[in-house]
Structure formats: structure tokens, C-alpha cells
């Protein structure tokens, strides 16, 4: 048996192939044989089993069927060949008293189990009892139970043979189960043990109850253990934890979650089958990692920035992104003057799965006492045109278009490397000239002795109002996109106004206007829709959000402008000087600070507009590579690329993927597990509830000044943009750059998450609406059409009370 492996699922069954792998590992399992699955095989041709259960299957009558193989497999004559191998195999194993265990072709698989639907034996004794258990074993595989599993889970009746295991029994002192992830209480950070004296089957059977220990992933420990019977003896601790660590070891080796059956004899631990958690449903079916406590400012930076630029979880295939990115975040933390443990730095690069983004807690040095002195010495510098005259020529270099097909596999890693280093490189001096946005600290000192320091707050946003940014080039462009579509006549107003943009091809005014849409999106097609992520297609991959942009627009009358957010900047200067101008010096240093506080911000938005062409170029990598494995057969299609990681990605093309079977259980298994992992993504992000909020009122961050009154248009995704209209006020869950051209048309902002930092913010106060953004539970607490007032200036939202049909009672 220790030549098995998995490699012999066909010949041994599920289970055998599993025991043998684990004997391969070194692993303490008692000494056995397996009845291959040919040998069954082999029988029932010569029974005619098929023919016979031909009519019964057809009619699914299971309990037929399993009369007539059970007769069959009692009474038919063993062929002399294979009784006399399975009594000398036994005779050569010391005719123990052993356990004869069912292994079927189809069993203990990472997307059915089989458990329990075939018999076990246990205690066996002679050769005569061993051959009757193997009848009994092959029989089983025709029971009513196990025909209706199959038949429930689409698998062919006839495609499936059995193998038998036979092993030496353990006189185990306790014995039960171990399940590497909690699938009771659906906890991935968390195993769970059931364990009970004598054997191990009576456990898994249900017919004794164990006592139930929960365990510690990290740092392994019992946190809990529930003694179900008394006084009933019980393993040691130390017995417990070395069977727990085994448990993360076999998890490791298979690639996912594992219940594990055991037996303790006196010290020794012996492993009686390990095979996938199938039991978890709509739970994790990969190792997550527990998430870390935050600190305070983790937890704010997290509200402020993340969850607006990332509303749904990262893919396995983002970390290739973020390997580009998290360096030189990392850089800025040391820059700052704080340092983070090059382990905790490794460790944020290597992982694949994330509840959401933070970076480990950093450690106060005393550089951190030379800070202001380095963000007056940044804001000195010309951070704009460092970027136009070199960073973005470099990242233009190297993402120029080639023929990607024309690569071999080789030469398509090199371009991929060549993209990230260069921006990795880049990146390293943008963030440093971001960190001078921390200016905006020195500047609040000023506002406040000015105005006060309630005032000061909403003036903040005032005074970074009115900027020209590339975001709102794009909506420009985009805004007499729209204009050129409403002149071209009413077969490309209707097509786009119905949401048919596929019709535009029927005519020629419409393939004219196409023309106009390809040269939008040779200029702007890089605009990244839900976030930097080389999962997350862009307009020029999906161009469906791009529609919807321009179908709303259609009834916009007036071009986006910045006019009434520079007049709000103006006046908040006027202000701020007006209350400092006795103060010698104070006004000038005031102003010089302000203004190159502002070139930083449009820096920022420039930049990352720009750095968008760069995850272009890596999806459009991505995209051949997934290509080339899907026409190789290596992969079942090429969407699934996206749960693979960046190694797996690299050892196929130089080495060669795995066997197709465990590509696709591979793939099946990460895509249930984002799943689940998206789900706390957006649990966390979205669904929490807003603090200091009443019955009629949210509270938000005030992240573009002004108040207004209007109906609220609730838009959940990227798809409903065409539902907005003039004077609505948008409700949303998160903004990003690519919502931004609905604020041509909103009166009023206002979204889940978010902060006065983000890219929603800055547009918000160029076009001059007030937002409110982070007013957690908005797009649930409001209702589609409800009359609404929002308060950008003092961050809150104003709900009106609700008919008692349901209909919104307006003032």
C-alpha cells in the first residue's frame, strides 16, 4: 500500500490512493493491502452486473437494483485467481484481525465526499470473514444510499468501480476525527476535534459521542473543550496538539481543508484516513488566515481609503498586482519615520487571500522626529512634472503595445517582469510625494485659528476644491461623447438610450459614432472600473459601464465644470486670510503651503490615472497566458486564471500544470472559497452600522461642502449608471474615478464608505455637489426615490419619513 499515491485514485479508490499518499509522507498508518478497483471490475463483467441492473437503473428503482447486486455479490463465484491473492496477502500481513474498508473511484474527492455510503468492517477475523467482508464491501457500492447519492450528485452508476483496503486493526486506547477547518461554526481560523475511547468508527457512525475540542490555527491551542460524558477518560493535551499539527501538515500537502480519522495507542498517533472537507457549503474550502486586530489608525486609514477603491475582494491573480505596489507602500511607512519587520512585510506579499487591505502595525523610530522637516521639503518639490517629463514616459515604454502572441512563454514573463519592475521603481517615488499631503495637517493650524474650529472642517475641503485632474478630463470627454451621440440622429440616441449599443452597427450614422466611441477608448480604455485589480476588467475590456455612463448622459445639458468648485476655493482663502491677516507672515506662508498642497493632490490623481495603463498592460498578459493554458487543455476556461496565483502561473508554463482533474478541483475549490471571502469583504465594508445615525438621520464625513435637497437614485453597480437622472442625488455603496461622470448629473453624493481623501471626494468638490461619504448603511437605510437633504458640510444625511403603503411621503 505505501506504493500508492494520488496518482492511483482509478486503481485504489479515493481512500486507498489517499492511505498510500499518506504512507508515502511517512505518516503512521497501520499496515494493509488494497483489492484494486480492476479486481471488482473484472467480477462484475463476469457477472454480467450491468445487464442486470440495466432495467432497475433506468427506472431508478435503488432498491432493486441493490436486491439484485447484493444477490450477485454474495452468490457469484470468485474468480480463483484473486481469492487466492487476497488470503495470501493477509496470510503476509500475519492474519491480524483487520478492517475492511470500502474505496470507490468516486469517493473522498474534494467536491463529494461519499461518506458513509459504502460499508466499513471492522474487527475482522480469518480469511473466511475477510473474503465475505470484500462481498459485502462490493455490494455496498449498490446500496439505495449510495445509488441516490450518486444519482443527486449526476454521477454515472456505471462509471464507478470499487477497491477495498484492508489494514491491520489498532487497538486504539481513543480514536475520532479531526476537522482541519470548523465546519459546524463555519470558522476558518479554528479546527475542530471529536474524540472518544475505543474506535474510531463508533465516532464517525454516530453511535458514541465524543468530546468536542475547538483548537487554534495560530497560535495552535485548545481554546475550548466540551466533555460530553463526565469522568470518561480522555487523550492528553500533548496527544491532541501533535494530532492537530499532522492536521495542518496534511492540509498543506493536499491543498485544502482535511477530516482526518485517527486512532491514539498508548503515545502514537495513527492515521486512518484523511481526505477533503465536502461539508462546508457556502464556507471556506481553502486556508484563510485569521484577520489581524487593527489599531485605531489602521482601522480609520481602512474606512478612509480602502473600501471606496476596493469594493470587492481581491482574486488570487491581484497579488501579482500588489507585489508591484505593496514595496513601495512600504517605503512610505519607512519613510514616515516608522519601520514594519521585514517577516510581516514577506508575509503581506505572500498571501493570497485577504478580508480586506492594511499593511502590518509599524514601529515609531525616531525619524519620525524629522517628519515635518521632509514634507516641507517634499512640498518643494515639482512632483507633476517629474511625472510628465520622465515617470510616465517610462511606464509608456514599458507598456507599449506588442504582439503578445507573437511571444513565446518565456518572453511574455520577461515583458510582465520588465512592466513591474519599472513600476515598482516608480511607485517607490510616488509615494513619496503623496506622503506631502500631510501638509494638510500643518494648513488645518491656520483654518482654525481663522474660523474656528468647527467651521474649519468644511473650509478643509473648500480650500482643495476647483481642481483640474485628469478624472475630470475623462468626464469631459466623456460628456460630449454623449452630445455627439444625441446630434447622430435617432438610431444612435435610441440604441444607446434602450441599452442596445450592438445595434449601432446596423447603420451608418451608428458605425460612425463607434468610430468616435473606439477613439474614446484608445485615449481612456485603460479607466479601471472596481479598482486596480488585474481581475477587474477595464472600459476597453468591458465597455458596459461606459454605456451606462453615456446613457445617463444623454440628458445632461451642461458640460462638468470646476467653475463653482474653484469660487468655493476662492472664498474659503478669502476667508482664511480675512481671520489670520493680523498674524505677520502668516497669510503668505498660509497660501504658498496651500498651493503646493494642491499641485500634490492633482499629482495624485494624475498618477494614478496614469498607473492604470500599467495593470492594462499586466491583464493584457494575464489574458494571453490564460489563452494559451485553456487551448493547451490545461485550463477549463480562461476566466479561471483568476484563481490562480502568480507561481502557480509561472511553475505551469516552464514546468507543466498538474493533471487536468486537479486543475479543475483547484479551481473549483478557490472559486467557492472567494465566495466566501468576498462575502466578509463586503459584510465588513458595506453592512456595518453607521454610528451616532437615527431613525431619519446618517452620519458620514462631510467630503464636499453645501447642502441640497432631492430624491435619491439608489445605483449598486457599475450596470444601473443609465438609471440616474438630472437633479437626482446618487446613492451608492462606493464611488471610484469611473462613477465620477454621474456627478454631471447628481445633484448630492452621498455612499456607504468612502472618505474626504478619496477620488469621489476630490470630483465631488471640483464640480461643487455635496457629498457625504462613509455614511455606513446609506444605500439600506434609503429608499429608491425617497426625498432626501444632504449636508456635505456638517456630514450628515436627512431622511424623510415613509408612507404606511411604503410610498415616500414628500413634503
Not at 198 to 222: C, F, M, N, Q, W
Not at 231 to 256: I, K, N, Q, T, W
Not at 691 to 709: H, I, K, N, P
Not at 712 to 731: Q, S, T
Request: aromatic content about 8%.
Amino acid at each position: 500500500m505505501n506504493e500508492l499515491s494520488r496518482a492511483h485514485l482509478s486503481t485504489a479508490g479515493g481512500k486507498g490512493a489517499n492511505l498510500g499518499e499518506l504512507m508515502r509522507l511517512g505518516l503512521s498508518v497501520p499496515d494493509g493491502f488494497v483489492v484494486s478497483a480492476e479486481a471488482y471490475a473484472e467480477h462484475a463483467r463476469a457477472w454480467e452486473l450491468a445487464e442486470r441492473l440495466a432495467p432497475h437503473l433506468a427506472t431508478q428503482s435503488w432498491e432493486a437494483a441493490a436486491a439484485a447486486a447484493a444477490e450477485l455479490f454474495e452468490k457469484g463465484a470468485l474468480l480463483p485467481g484473486l481469492e487466492h491473492a487476497v488470503r495470501e496477502a493477509y496470510r503476509a500481513l500475519g492474519a491480524p484481525r483487520v478492517a475492511v474498508r470500502s474505496s470507490a473511484t468516486a469517493e473522498d474527492l474534494a467536491d463529494a465526499s461519499f461518506a458513509g455510503q459504502h460499508e466499513t468492517f471492522l474487527d475482522i477475523a480469518g480469511e473466511d470473514e475477510l473474503v465475505s467482508a470484500l462481498r459485502r464491501c462490493w455490494a455496498s457500492l449498490w446500496s439505495p444510499r449510495a445509488l441516490g447519492y450518486r444519482a443527486a450528485r449526476g454521477v454515472d452508476h456505471l462509471g464507478v468501480d470499487i477497491a477495498v483496503v484492508v489494514q491491520r486493526m489498532v487497538a486504539a486506547d481513543f480514536a475520532g476525527v479531526l476537522f482541519t477547518v470548523d465546519p459546524v461554526a463555519q470558522r476558518a481560523d479554528r479546527m475542530l476535534l471529536e474524540v472518544a475511547p475505543g474506535l474510531g468508527e463508533a465516532v464517525v457512525s454516530g453511535h458514541t459521542t465524543g468530546d468536542v475540542y475547538r483548537l487554534r490555527r495560530e497560535p495552535l491551542g485548545i481554546d475550548e473543550r466540551e466533555r460530553r460524558v463526565p469522568g470518561r477518560p480522555a487523550p492528553s493535551d500533548s496527544l491532541v496538539l501533535r494530532l492537530s499539527r499532522l492536521g495542518l501538515d496534511l492540509e498543506a500537502h493536499f491543498g485544502c481543508p482535511q477530516d482526518v480519522e485517527f486512532a491514539f495507542e498508548g503515545d502514537a498517533v495513527y492515521l486512518l484516513q484523511s481526505r477533503p472537507i465536502t461539508t462546508l457549503g457556502a464556507a471556506e474550502i481553502e486556508p484563510l488566515p485569521p484577520p489581524p486586530k487593527l489599531t485605531r489608525l489602521q482601522q480609520r486609514m481602512l474606512e478612509a481609503n480602502d473600501n471606496d477603491r476596493f469594493p470587492i475582494a481581491p482574486k488570487p491573480i491581484d497579488q501579482w498586482g500588489f507585489r508591484m505596489v505593496i514595496p513601495a507602500l512600504v517605503n512610505a511607512v519607512r519613510v514616515l519615520g516608522l519601520d514594519i519587520d521585514e517577516a510581516d512585510e514577506r508575509a503581506v506579499m505572500d498571501q493570497v487571500w485577504r478580508e480586506f487591505f492594511v499593511l502590518p502595525s509599524p514601529r515609531p523610530t525616531f525619524r519620525i522626529l524629522g517628519l515635518p522637516q521632509r514634507v516641507a521639503a517634499g512640498l518643494r518639490q515639482d512632483w507633476l512634472g517629474w511625472w510628465e517629463t520622465e515617470a510616465f514616459g517610462r511606464i509608456r515604454e514599458a507598456c507599449a503595445p506588442v504582439d503578445l502572441r507573437a511571444l513565446d512563454d518565456a518572453a511574455l514573463l520577461r515583458r510582465a517582469d520588465h512592466i513591474e519592475a519599472t513600476t515598482r521603481e516608480i511607485l517607490v517615488k510616488r509615494f513619496e510625494g503623496i506622503l506631502t499631503q500631510l501638509a494638510a495637517v500643518a494648513l488645518r493650524l491656520p483654518v482654525t485659528v481663522a474660523v474656528g474650529r468647527k467651521r474649519a472642517e468644511a473650509l478643509m475641503g473648500d480650500l482643495v476644491s476647483g481642481l483640474h485632474t485628469r478624472t475630470s478630463e475623462v468626464n469631459l470627454a466623456l460628456y460630449h461623447l454623449a452630445r455627439k451621440a444625441t446630434n447622430a440622429g435617432p438610431e444612435v440616441f435610441l440604441a444607446i438610450r434602450e441599452g442596445h449599443p450592438e445595434e449601432l452597427r446596423a447603420s451608418e450614422a451608428g458605425r460612425a459614432f463607434l468610430a468616435e466611441v473606439e477613439a474614446f477608448l484608445e485615449e481612456h480604455g485603460h479607466r479601471e472600473s472596481t479598482g486596480l485589480y488585474l481581475s477587474a476588467p477595464t472600459w476597453r475590456q468591458d465597455p458596459a459601464p461606459m454605456w451606462g455612463l453615456l446613457r445617463g448622459l444623454l440628458d445632461a445639458t451642461e458640460p462638468p465644470s470646476e467653475e463653482a468648485g474653484y469660487k468655493r476655493y476662492e472664498a474659503a482663502v478669502e476667508e482664511v486670510t480675512r481671520g489670520i491677516r493680523f498674524v505677520p507672515g502668516l497669510s503668505g506662508s498660509f497660501r504658498g503651503t496651500l498651493e503646493r498642497l494642491r499641485k500634490t493632490i492633482v499629482f495624485r490623481e494624475r498618477s494614478h490615472f496614469d498607473l492604470a495603463r500599467v495593470f492594462s498592460a499586466m491583464q493584457a498578459i494575464v489574458a494571453e497566458i490564460a489563452r494559451r493554458l485553456h487551448e493547451r487543455g490545461h485550463l477549463p476556461s480562461p476566466d479561471d486564471i483568476f484563481y490562480l496565483t502568480e507561481a502557480e502561473i509561472r511553475a505551469w508554463l516552464r514546468e507543466g500544470p498538474p493533471p487536468f482533474s486537479e486543475v479543475k478541483r483547484l479551481v473549483q475549490r478557490r472559486r467557492a472559497t472567494y465566495g466566501v471571502v468576498n462575502g466578509k469583504w463586503q459584510k465588513r465594508a458595506f453592512e456595518v452600522g453607521a454610528e451616532g445615525a437615527s431613525d431619519s438621520e446618517l452620519r458620514g464625513t462631510g467630503a464636499s461642502s453645501g447642502v441640497v435637497r432631492g430624491r435619491a437614485r439608489i445605483i449598486r453597480d457599475e450596470r444601473e449608471f443609465g438609471r440616474l437622472k438630472p437633479g437626482e442625488i446618487l446613492v451608492c455603496r462606493y464611488t471610484n474615478p469611473a462613477w465620477t461622470p454621474l456627478f454631471t448629473l447628481a445633484a448630492g453624493v452621498v455612499t456607504d464608505t468612502g472618505g474626504a481623501a478619496s477620488h469621489a471626494a476630490i470630483v465631488a468638490r471640483e464640480y461643487g455637489i455635496p457629498a457625504v461619504l462613509g455614511a455606513a448603511g446609506a444605500t439600506a437605510r434609503i429608499t429608491e426615490g425617497q426625498e432626501i437633504l444632504v449636508d456635505g458640510t456638517e456630514g450628515r444625511v436627512l431622511l424623510l419619513r415613509l408612507g404606511v403603503t411604503g410610498e415616500v411621503a414628500y413634503a
